[in-house]
């Protein structure tokens, strides 16, 4: 059953990125991170007094450091989305599997010492591999993009997976302290509307389109059923299989995205494009397996 959540939130992600990008003809992407924050307040605020989780917090810097970086890779995220073939922008953000796979081997240059007694870390290896793979994938993913003046947007997205890769991070960190996910989501979105919001007195406010606003209204709706859902799949999964599968299923939002991007907006994918995605799929895939085997229990992505 944790499968099919994991599916279904994977959906829903996807189907808000068709819906911000219908959206983007219409606001900026400050205006919709702000709306898309304040919908989530309002979810998330209703769903914490039905489990009669409290809203306060005795650590209020760590939840603003992950609104921050996550409203980083939001913004940049949607703008990826109004400037890129869906799959181009969803692919891009889901690379923080491989950055967090970058940052691990880093991580283990810096400490790793030549001697006896500190022997070159066993993971080393693959992980590197898996992180090259990962970052030639963009490179085909890009290529058509740069070659439609889109290169700007392209980075901008990779930076959305970079971000996504230091709000998982500190997702986990709350996750370690014993935070609710309601909570954590919840400081999420208020980041989310305070910055937006912020952002919004430089960027200017774009006239009201009228009915073509009700496209904001799902952007947070569904944003905040595949949290949800994500956070059900996880907790339905009591083994490290279980986890692992439910970790790499949500790759099948790329899946989505893809047939969204051809179906609904006619995006024409060329051959390199299809293969990139595929490598930054599977390195995804296998950084995601070899991290939970350096840091079993490893708790679950936000998007």
Not at 125 to 152: D, Y
Request: proline share 5%; with cysteine.
């Amino acid at each position: 059953m944790q499968a099919l959540w994991m599916v279904l939130a994977a959906f829903l992600f996807a189907s808000m990125g068709v819906c911000v990008k219908i959206a983007s003809a219409y606001f900026n992407a400050a205006e919709l991170v702000f709306y898309r924050g304040l919908i989530g307040m309002a979810i998330l605020w209703a769903l914490s007094r039905s489990q009669h989780i409290t809203l306060a917090t005795r650590y209020p810097g760590m939840h603003a450091w992950r609104s921050l970086v996550g409203v980083v890779s939001l913004g940049a995220w949607f703008y990826a989305i109004a400037h890129l073939p869906l799959a181009t922008a969803m692919t891009l953000n889901y690379m923080s599997s491989v950055w967090i796979a970058a940052f691990l081997v880093g991580g283990a240059l810096l400490a790793w010492r030549p001697s006896a007694a500190a022997p070159r870390p066993v993971l080393q290896g693959p992980l590197v591999l898996t992180v090259l793979t990962g970052f030639a994938g963009v490179v085909l993913m890009l290529r058509p993009s740069i070659e439609q003046n889109q290169m700007f947007a392209g980075l901008i997205g990779l930076m959305s997976g970079l971000t996504a890769a230091f709000a998982y991070m500190q997702v986990v960190a709350l996750s370690r302290i014993g935070e609710p996910e309601s909570r954590t989501v919840f400081y999420f979105a208020l980041g989310s509307a305070v910055a937006g919001g912020g952002a919004m007195l430089f960027t200017g406010v774009s006239a009201w389109p009228g009915w073509a606003a009700l496209w904001l209204l799902p952007i947070g709706v569904l944003a905040a059923g595949g949290q949800l859902c994500m956070t059900r799949a996880y907790a339905s999964a009591k083994t490290q299989r279980g986890t692992l599968v439910v970790a790499n299923l949500q790759y099948s939002g790329i899946v989505f995205a893809a047939l969204y991007s051809v179906l609904l907006f006619g995006d024409q994918i060329p051959p390199l494009g299809w293969l990139g995605m595929a490598l930054i799929v599977g390195s995804g895939i296998v950084a995601t397996i070899l991290r939970a085997r350096a840091v079993p229990g490893t708790p679950a992505e936000e998007h």
